[in-house]
């Protein structure tokens, strides 16, 4: 475990350009059929369940590892949408699959966390599919820098202490989930619900 946070934050303030009932276009990897990825997240929801509404678990269904946006549904055209699909494509078949390693876990001041290694093929994919978006949009939406790769297992839903948190995680030894990365999913997500919620909009294969 890193450094801990003393006091955790409410992960589900309205962010800009946020509010209920808008969605979003956003590169994910997401974990549909990843057996030992939801092993991994199940014990997790176990261990933290006595801090009950401290934080929101995260289900099987809506685990994923935060990519890079495009931009809100309605700001966005989908012809461009469908366009950084299509560049995507080639650059994604160049990268080949891989197996990567998530977790141990690392607690954010908002979120509980789970690291994955190796990160160098992730930074890859998200560095193509940032190409892809500047080729058709010719800029790109947020920084280059400051990305990490991580899958959260849970989001604080309040302000206060971290060292429930803390505690509960003190005595964890869980051992590290094994990942198969073989695509990228575009998505539209929206947080009414205060939890990440998508519909596919495309799935691209890695080489």
Do not use: C
Not at 104 to 109: A, F, G, Y
């Amino acid at each position: 475990m890193k450094t801990q946070p003393e006091t955790m934050r409410n992960h589900w303030w309205w962010r800009p350009g946020w509010s209920p009932g808008r969605q979003f276009y956003t590169w994910h990897l997401t974990f549909e059929g990843q057996d030992d990825v939801h092993r991994l997240a199940a014990q997790y929801r176990s261990a933290l369940a006595p801090l009950g509404d401290t934080l929101t678990p995260i289900p099987d269904q809506w685990l994923h590892l935060t990519m890079q946006g495009i931009g809100f549904v309605g700001e966005t055209k989908e012809q461009d949408v469908h366009s950084i699909v299509d560049a995507a494509r080639t650059r994604l078949a160049a990268i080949p699959a891989f197996d990567a390693q998530i977790g141990p876990e690392v607690l954010d001041p908002e979120a509980v966390l789970l690291h994955v290694h190796p990160d160098g093929p992730v930074r890859a994919i998200r560095d193509a599919i940032r190409e892809a978006i500047g080729e058709v949009l010719g800029e790109i939406p947020e920084k280059a820098e400051g990305f990490t790769p991580h899958v959260s297992v849970a989001y604080s839903a309040g302000d206060g202490p971290a060292e429930p948190i803390t505690q509960a995680l003190a005595d964890l030894h869980l051992t590290p989930a094994h990942a198969r990365i073989s695509s990228a999913e575009l998505i539209v997500i929206n947080r009414d619900n205060q939890m990440y919620e998508w519909a596919p909009f495309a799935r691209v294969p890695l080489g």
